[in-house]
């Protein structure tokens, strides 16, 4: 299986990037390891390999193939650098980002052991209870549904090329991932109601989102809740610091 990392960049100054005084977020340095090494030695570790990371940047490639990964061009943005890699490196293709600082082996184990095996693409979500409980205090965007408040762990899987199918369907939500009642609007009115009346599951909503691409979709639920926290801002890379110190 393949493993790729995003590490392109939305445009602009990033704000995490300026606070930690470096010119890209996947460059920042925690204890002496960049985001980016912290990401990759968690998907060598766990068997994913070889790794690959979508990048624009110079410096990102240059530390990427002095940790032994390959480069690929990232695209207009994380959909379409998804669909090029799936293109050129194939199916299962595991893809995750370069500030998921806290990725651990055995998260990526287990996320792909949990995944259907007649699943397309599976995505990794977090209860919000478990979240909270392990990092008090953290602020992240939760999709509430029937079975209770989830939020996104940036890992997915495309377990078989069809998967290619739903990328045009990521364009969509990457417009509205702040937004999920837009999201869900997508699903059709029906399943805009039963969301409304807090009816509808999570796993309903992900399956009915894969039958819009005509692919097998599952979302698996994960047991941990840092797996849910990314650097997506100051505090987040504060929190994260926080965190492995206290790891020792």
Not at 81 to 91: H, I, K, P
Not at 154 to 175: K, Q
Not at 211 to 225: F, Q, T
Request: hydrophobic letters at 50%.
């Amino acid at each position: 299986m393949n493993a790729l990392i995003l590490a392109g960049s939305r445009g602009g100054v990033d704000p995490v990037a300026a606070y930690a005084g470096v010119a890209h977020k996947a460059l920042i340095e925690i204890g002496g390891e960049t985001l980016l090494a912290r990401v990759a030695r968690a998907l060598h570790e766990a068997g994913r390999a070889p790794v690959a990371v979508s990048t624009g940047d110079a410096a990102v490639a240059a530390e990427a193939r002095r940790l032994g990964c390959r480069v690929l061009q990232s695209a207009s943005g994380p959909s379409a650098s998804v669909a090029e890699a799936l293109e050129t490196l194939g199916a299962p293709l595991l893809v995750t980002t370069a500030d998921h600082a806290l990725l651990e082996a055995e998260w990526v184990r287990r996320f792909v052991a949990d995944t259907p095996r007649d699943a397309d693409v599976a995505v990794l979500l977090a209860r919000r209870d478990l979240v909270e409980a392990a990092l008090p205090g953290t602020r992240r965007t939760y999709l509430r549904f029937a079975d209770g408040d989830w939020s996104g762990c940036n890992l997915f899987l495309l377990a078989t090329l069809r998967a290619a199918g739903a990328i045009d369907l990521w364009r969509l939500v990457e417009t509205d991932r702040k937004r999920p009642w837009r999201i869900v609007r997508r699903l059709g009115p029906t399943a805009l109601l039963l969301y409304l009346m807090g009816r509808l599951t999570l796993g309903r909503a992900v399956e009915r989102l894969g039958a819009l691409s005509d692919v097998r979709a599952a979302a698996v639920a994960s047991p941990a809740g840092l797996a849910a926290v990314d650097v997506d801002k100051p505090t987040d890379l504060d929190a994260v610091r926080g965190v492995l110190a206290t790891r020792g």
